[in-house]
């Protein structure tokens, strides 16, 4: 099986390395396509995210991301938001559950957050009107919420609590939220078996940070997302810097294509220091397993980092140890057999 | 002094009455004006907001409003962006403080969240472009950005912290938020002695969620804080139901005219029954009393406020008593003197 393989920049090749071991050591055979994106991108093709890669993943259909940085001040746009438009991966889906061994206040926590990833503020529709007065365009389109919407019903469906929550701001925003608004009721209208609260997303942030664990199932526009996907990692992290986002993993989903990644930056003050939490990527490769049809392992890899959080063994800094990298995938790699 | 007062609706009446009492008892002699908004409003003089409502504020320049709830499916505009626009209170205040006796996970909490308050998402411009497609205007001027910034400076340096944390996604809305930074760190080099961050929105959730205790004051977007402030009240809250919005205090600021605000809404299935926590609007007063030349009063309040949590007795349901609104507010005035 080919997979294509962007290791990114910073943390980016010893985490997705990590990730790849894991892969093998779960005994699916794959055989890892690189692909270039971030700063050696930049610096080699003098383009960030270079067509061929956009091109490879539109070949083999899959591919494992690590964290990738957009070089500022070159009037690059996002290389994250350029993937996700440029293959209409229209669905971000971020699972954020608590786990076991990370210091937090929140117990019980299990949700899963569904961003749109085209539209809203994202669309990169910018003017400046006048000099000093410039417009930001929030896009929302029927199509595009209701794909997405019934895209997060389709995953409550599997899921044992059945409740979607849409988060909006249709009372400031009452023509592009009204709009969304209506097409989520009217998704929803065929679920009657799912539970269904609509909630301004300012009312989501209060009950999130009061009890993330009253959710499971959120569904709102792109900028929503990317604010409640930290917020609600945060949540669940460690203490250390970057918190949750070491653990979480996340996927970009389309009709034809599936990007997996982790939500994290590529950290590059411990770049090559091999003392990186790798468990994000690890994470995101078993979704992608999962997406490929090899659920079994998939979930074995899920188990095996359980375990390993459990036991509290050779874990990274961030997470209250004082172990590296590799110490990390060790023990995930043994816990496989557990 | 007269001073004009909006009751509002639902728990409205109640909890303003509580704070009248508070005031009074500090000793400041107020000749509250009462203005009608909200349901009353809507149903009396078929306008939620009326006229003379806006016309009286302009008159006494300063107001303690309690929560207004605008009907909805009548096509009026929300009540509060209405003020807000009408009035130019460009920047919305919200500090949010560990309090004793409150159930939290976090300790030290002591940021102010200063939000643009006239801009943005909220300038209520958007359009239908074809049927299914929906644009938002996010509109960034540098006059508005540049005041609100300065602003947040004014206050910062007021404070112990000295600190400053710009919130943006300049990285995605690199005009409109392009704009807001640099304005941001144009008036930033005016205030070489206090320390300037700046961070991505979604950073900042993540940061608040893991730790809150590590901002002082943070300045924003129009959305952008109101999502940040409702969080923030959720990381200090209560277990009970509206949790830090039952403490947290609001000020709405402009040039001329000022609205001091209690965040939470009117809670109309306790309305009535005199239960409802009235500490935000009472520490809403508060921080009018110092707008007004009344500091110390306020001051007083404040200590009061802190007094009572601490000892614990007459709290109402959301803080963990089993009191009313009458008999914390009793205790309020009690502790004034203590
Ligand atoms: C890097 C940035 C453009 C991106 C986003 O805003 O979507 C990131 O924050 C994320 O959430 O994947
Ligand atoms: C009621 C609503 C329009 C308002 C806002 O979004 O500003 C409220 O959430 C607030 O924060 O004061």
Redesign the pocket.
Known sequence: MQIVLIEGDGIGPEVTQAACRVVAAAGVKVDWVKAPAGIPAAEQFGEPLPEETLEMIRRYRVALKGPCTTPIGKGYRSINVRMRQGLELFASVRPVNTLPGIKTPYEKVDLIVVRENTEGLYAGLEHEVVPGVVESVRLITRSAAERIVRFAFELARHRGRQLVTFCH?A??MRLSDGLFLECARTVADDYPFIQFEEK?I?NVCLELAMDPSNFDVLVMENLFGDVISDLAAGLIGGAGPGGGLGLVPGANLGTRFAVFEAVHGSAPDIAGKGIANPIAVIRSAALLLEHVGHGAAGARIERAVIKTLQAGVGLTGDIGGTGTTATITDQIIKNLGA
Do not use: A, N, Q, T
């Open positions: 701001k009372d400031v301004p300012d």
